[in-house]
């Protein structure tokens, strides 16, 4: 195995996953990531508060998932970048999204980008299917098509 | 499309033609290009759904039904970069909902949403794709989406030892 860059960012990775995801060691955390580490999740604005605010969510995911085990199918790197897909299996046993525990086991698909510099992880472009989740919970549902507004014809069409 | 901060300056053929499908298929609806770039054979995965069956042909009426409802559909790639025969693609796409999707008729509303996918080429197409997207913020931008709370009484956990 060398020890190039990328190399070694794949090895942090991999210690992320298994240690922190899966393993549930927080303390970690302070170890792989930069202190003012940016965390994008799907559409929402950059989580505020760097690794600690990260931390606080880490540690509200393991108590929703508690036994989450992950399935890692694509890690490569390229440069300072690692991209990685994640199948998680993990029994609901605590509150998240706002919906108390449902006790349902739930699937889901991750697919992130990580960025690093100097030996950690400073920003982070996570994308994962919400629905799917929350439609294992059986908490969801779509509205229908009488409920919805009118159709609007947009400016300029 | 508009490019900001790609990320690998090793750039290849299969970069470029991740970029030719964004701007020709995804923004413009011209699916010849499907043809062009990916397998016959080609194998779709999205988020925790079952493969797509029915390889290329299946795919392209996926995108057909897709440009019906987003026929404006802008594309800003934020990420491209690639390993090999591997390619990761971070998208935000800005489209306004104009034929139906996922069972839900015309809004006209504005919508915005991100998609990550990891594309494998071989003999210069794409044999496979794996792809992230949130589908709840697209149907909560819709408004088409009611989260209740659960029915059953939440789980006691299990005894831990």
């Known amino acids: ?157 | 499309m508009e490019e900001t901060g790609a990320m690998d300056p090793h750039d290849n053929d299969n970069l470029e033609l991740i970029r030719r499908f964004i701007d020709e298929a995804l923004e413009q609806g011209k699916l010849d290009v499907v043809d062009e770039i990916f397998a016959e054979n080609f194998a779709y995965h999205r988020n925790a759904d079952p493969t797509l069956s029915g390889g290329r042909a299946r795919y392209k009426e996926g995108l057909r039904r897709s440009h019906a409802s987003w026929p404006d559909r802008k594309v800003t790639v934020t990420h491209l970069a690639c390993d090999g025969d591997y390619v990761v693609a971070r998208i935000e796409s800005y489209a306004t909902h104009q034929g139906v999707y996922q069972g839900i008729a015309r809004t006209g509303r504005p919508v915005m949403w991100v998609t990550t996918g990891i594309f494998q080429f071989a003999e210069g197409r794409i044999t496979e794709a794996w792809v992230s997207e949130d589908a709840l913020s697209i149907l909560q931008q819709l408004g088409a989406v009611t989260v209740h709370q659960p029915d059953t009484p939440p789980a006691a956990p299990p005894v831990r030892f």
């Not at chain 1, 989450?68 to 299996?89: K, Q």
């Open chain 1, 1 to 157: 195995m060398d020890d190039s860059p990328t190399q070694k960012n794949l090895i942090l990775l991999r210690r992320f996953l298994t240690e922190v995801l899966e393993g549930g060691n927080l303390d970690l955390v302070d170890e792989l990531f930069a202190e003012n580490f940016a965390y994008h999740r799907n559409t929402k604005p950059p989580l505020a508060g760097g690794r600690e605010r990260y931390k606080e969510r880490m540690r509200r995911l393991r108590a929703a998932w508690p036994d989450r085990r992950d399935t890692v199918t694509h890690m490569f790197g390229a440069d300072d970048y690692v991209a990685v897909r994640v199948e998680s299996y993990a029994t609901h046993q605590g509150p998240i999204y706002g919906i108390p525990a449902t006790g349902r086991p739930v699937m889901w698909v991750t697919n992130g980008i990580f960025q690093l510099a100097e030996g950690r992880i400073t920003e982070a472009w996570v994308s994962e299917d919400t629905f799917a989740m929350l439609q294992q919970m059986d908490v969801v549902a779509i509205r229908p098509q009488a409920e919805l507004a009118a159709p609007q014809t947009p400016d300029g069409f």
